[in-house]
Each structure stands twice: as structure tokens, then as C-alpha cells.
């Protein structure tokens, strides 16, 4: 991190409830002491109560450029931003928002296409294969039209509220033209099975799908960016199925969100996507 804070830093935020694993704050540091820009990235824990009157606090700091947005707030936010990007107004859903100059916030989520983006660098293709989403929320939702719109052949949408994960799938069914349905989540005869619940952050987490049921070969994605194989994930890996964690998709998230706010990011030794939201 630049240990040079001045009077003119810009500062940016991440803001969500738990941060324990949160990986952005080092990230957009990193990012800014090599390409030496005045700013610095803070976590802002907040908890679901307090979004209110951080929200009219953070409007009052007139050097906040920007907020990265996690669980649980991608959907409540959208309540306090001036505008919408596109993929925010079609998700329902934000992770990310710049200030602008004129004080207004501009919001867009970019889960989905970090999602994609992150399986590619993988090898983990969604294309002409079906795929099993567990999880409706913000996140799940952004990925659920982004692996659609990859080219998945089908999609089954699980969620502990089914009203929701039919509404999600219609939505999807109608924009992308993808065969999307609501369903179990059950994995038997899935090619690529997604985990987009918070189910496995905590130790004694229920797994969001019967491992035994997964089909050997299969890939398994589970979103929760943490040090550790996530329960899922270890075993998946025993039943013979390929697994990812969620570092890709931070990775490919991050581009796009960058790119949102101003800046030029890859990993090293990932290719930029090739098409995707500006």
C-alpha cells in the first residue's frame, strides 16, 4: 500500500458484512502504487442495519470516488444510487459504484461476466453445456444471464425461495433466448454445477448440493473466495469432478470494475476478455 496520503488521495471503499475474506482492499492498493495514482482502497464494514446512515455519511465525503459493494447490500443498494448501468437495471443487483464529480453514483454489477470470464481462463467453458446455479441472489442473478448469454445449452436455476429462482429463470428464458428453468439442486447429469449461495463460508454449513450426486467429470465453480478448499469443493474433487474456487472470478470481476472506475487492470498472466460490458 502508498504510505503517502495526502490531502488531494482519492479514496475508494469496499463496502459489505463479513469482510474476513476480503481480498479487493490489497488488490486496488497494489494497483494504485504501481501505476502511482493518489488513492487508497478501505473496507467499510457495515452491517445491514447501518446501510442507511452509511449511505448518508459516505454521500457527505467529497473525496470518495468509488465503492466496491459485497454481501449483503448488491440488491439493497440499488435503492441509494442516481443511476444505473445497464447491467444493474437488467440484474436488479449492484457491486459496484463510481461517484461522479457532480455527486451523483452511477451503479452496475459485474459478477456475471467476471463469473464467465474466470471459467475461460479456467478452461472451464459454459458454452453448449448444461449448467446447475445454486443461488438467486445478486450474485447468482448476474450469473445466471452471463452463462446464458455464453452460450450454456441449458440452465436450472435452484433457490431456497422458488418464486425467486422462477422469476430469475423467466427473466433470463426471455432475454437471452437460453432454455432456463427453476428445479432441485440436484447435480446428477449436470456439466457445470455452481455454487452462488454463501454456503460454506461457515464451518457446520449445510452443502448446497449432494456431493455423492455430482457426476464424475463434472465441473464444479464455487464462488466463496476463501484460503481454503471449501467443503463442496473437497468433495467434488474426491468424486472425480474438476473444481474452481472463486479467486478466477474475483480476478475477472475486478477487470470489469476497474474498467468502470477509471482504471486498467489484468492478472498476470491472463488475456483480457474478449467482448463484455464496457
Known amino acids: 500500500m502508498n504510505p503517502h496520503i495526502t490531502g488531494k488521495t482519492r479514496l475508494y471503499g469496499l463496502v459489505g458484512d ?43 465525503m467529497s473525496n470518495l470516488s468509488g465503492m466496491l459493494v459485497t454481501m449483503p447490500h448488491k440488491q439493497r443498494m440499488l435503492e441509494y444510487v442516481d443511476e444505473l448501468d445497464p447491467t444493474a437495471r437488467q440484474i436488479g443487483a449492484l457491486n459496484v459504484i463510481r461517484c461522479e464529480a457532480d455527486g451523483r453514483w452511477v451503479g452496475a454489477i459485474f459478477d456475471g461476466v467476471g463469473c464467465v470470464l474466470g471459467m475461460h481462463w479456467e478452461g472451464h467453458h459454459p458454452a453448449n453445456k448444461s449448467v446447475l446455479l445454486v443461488g438467486a441472489g445478486g450474485a447468482g442473478s448476474a450469473i445466471a444471464f452471463a452463462v446464458a448469454s455464453a452460450g450454456a445449452s441449458g440452465l436450472t436455476i435452484s433457490d431456497a425461495d422458488g418464486h425467486r429462482a422462477g422469476d430469475l429463470a423467466a427473466s433470463v428464458a426471455a432475454e437471452t433466448g437460453c432454455e432456463a428453468r427453476s428445479g432441485p439442486p440436484d447435480p446428477q447429469g449436470f456439466d457445470i454445477v455452481i455454487n452462488a449461495t454463501p454456503l460454506g463460508m461457515k464451518v457446520g454449513d449445510a452443502m448446497p448440493v449432494d456431493p455423492e450426486r455430482l457426476s464424475p467429470g463434472a465441473i464444479v465453480v464455487d464462488i466463496i473466495n476463501a484460503p481454503e478448499p471449501t467443503p463442496l469443493r473437497r468433495a467434488a474433487h474426491a468424486r472425480g469432478c474438476r473444481t474452481q474456487d472463486g479467486g478466477p472470478m474475483h480476478q475477472g470481476q475486478a477487470v470489469y470494475a476497474l474498467k468502470f472506475l477509471g482504471f486498467d487492470y489484468l492478472p498476470d498472466g491472463r488475456s483480457a476478455p474478449a467482448h463484455g460490458p464496457r
Open 18 to 60: 463479513p469482510l474476513t475474506a476480503a481480498k479487493s482492499p490489497q488488490l486496488l492498493n497494489q494497483l494504485f502504487a504501481e501505476q502511482r495514482v493518489d488513492a487508497a482502497c478501505v473496507p467499510f464494514w457495515v452491517k445491514a442495519a447501518s446501510l442507511s446512515a452509511f449511505v448518508d455519511g459516505a454521500r457527505a
